[in-house]
């Protein structure tokens, strides 16, 4: 019988390399990104049965990235392995395409097991997904703000100005300035701090 064949797209090195060290045994490791970009291109070169993918990643956060391989016809199983405990973002992994969500800290034979059941057309959300959905703002802000506004967040959230982040998207200051102004606009907060705050309780940067 041929092992399920995996894709693993997480930006934290030490523990991408424990789950590399804990899924070899079980399955084919295919290989590991560190950003939603790679992950996209990785997926249509090798073709994996099951993808295991994080939410908050630089470049193309998970949930954008997910978005793109299945509007691209991928049939790859995806799993969302992350740390946010949160039922909203359950929802919205599976409006994106997921088949399983699965928290950090229960990575382990309960993994393994989320694997096995995506791998075979079944839905595996882990029992340890407790809370409840925060407000209704909280759901219209993950389908008003645009991958390019993410990519423009996420290069704020790493202390850039806007004019390197424009230098880094090749585009003008000024579009990245109405960039960061339609996202506050959006999500109802009024400064940078409070900005990033918003968006690293959401998962859309990490």
Same mark, same amino acid.
């Given at each position: 019988?041929?092992?399920?064949?995996?894709?693993?797209?997480?930006?934290?090195?030490?523990?991408?390399?424990?789950?590399?060290?804990?899924?070899?045994?079980?399955?084919?490791?295919?290989?590991?990104?560190?950003?939603?970009?790679?992950?996209?291109?990785?997926?249509?070169?090798?073709?994996?049965?099951?993808? !295991?993918?994080?939410?908050?990643? /630089?470049?193309?956060?998970?949930?954008? $990235?997910?978005?793109? *391989? #299945?509007? @691209?016809?991928? +049939?790859?199983?995806?799993?969302?392995?992350?740390?946010?405990?949160?039922?909203?973002?359950?929802?919205?992994?599976?409006?994106?395409g997921a088949s399983g969500y699965i928290l950090k800290q229960a990575a382990g034979e309960e993994l393994i097991t989320a694997?096995?059941?995506?791998?075979?057309?079944?839905?595996?959300?882990?029992? !340890?997904?407790?809370?409840?959905? /925060?407000?209704?703002?909280?759901?219209? $802000?993950?389908?008003? *703000? #645009?991958? @390019?506004?993410? +990519?423009?967040?996420?290069?704020?959230?790493?202390?850039?100005?806007?004019?390197?982040?424009?230098?880094?998207?090749?585009?003008?200051?000024?579009?990245?300035?109405?960039?960061?102004?339609?996202?506050?606009?959006?999500?109802?907060?009024?400064?940078?701090?409070?900005?990033?705050?918003?968006?690293?309780?959401?998962? !859309?940067?990490?």
């Open positions: 019988m041929n092992r399920i064949r995996l894709l693993l797209a997480d930006d934290h090195l030490m523990f991408a390399e424990g789950l590399q060290s804990l899924l070899r045994d079980e399955f084919e490791l295919l290989a590991t990104v560190a950003n939603g970009r790679e992950l996209i291109d990785m997926t249509f070169k090798l073709n994996p049965d099951v993808i !295991l993918v994080d939410i908050s990643m /630089p470049v193309l956060n998970g949930f954008d $990235a997910v978005r793109e *391989i #299945t509007r @691209r016809g991928s +049939e790859a199983r995806i799993i969302f392995l992350t740390m946010h405990n949160d039922a909203t973002l359950v929802a919205e992994a599976l409006r994106c694997i096995r059941e995506v791998a075979h057309g079944n839905t595996y959300i882990s029992p !340890l997904i407790t809370t409840l959905p /925060p407000e209704s703002k909280t759901r219209h $802000a993950q389908k008003t *703000i #645009t991958p @390019r506004q993410r +990519e423009v967040l996420y290069l704020i959230s790493q202390g850039l100005t806007m004019r390197q982040v424009a230098a880094e998207l090749k585009i003008s200051t000024r579009t990245a300035e109405s960039h960061k102004y339609e996202i506050m606009q959006s999500l109802g907060v009024d400064t940078t701090a409070d900005l990033i705050r918003y968006c690293l309780r959401l998962g !859309l940067i990490s």
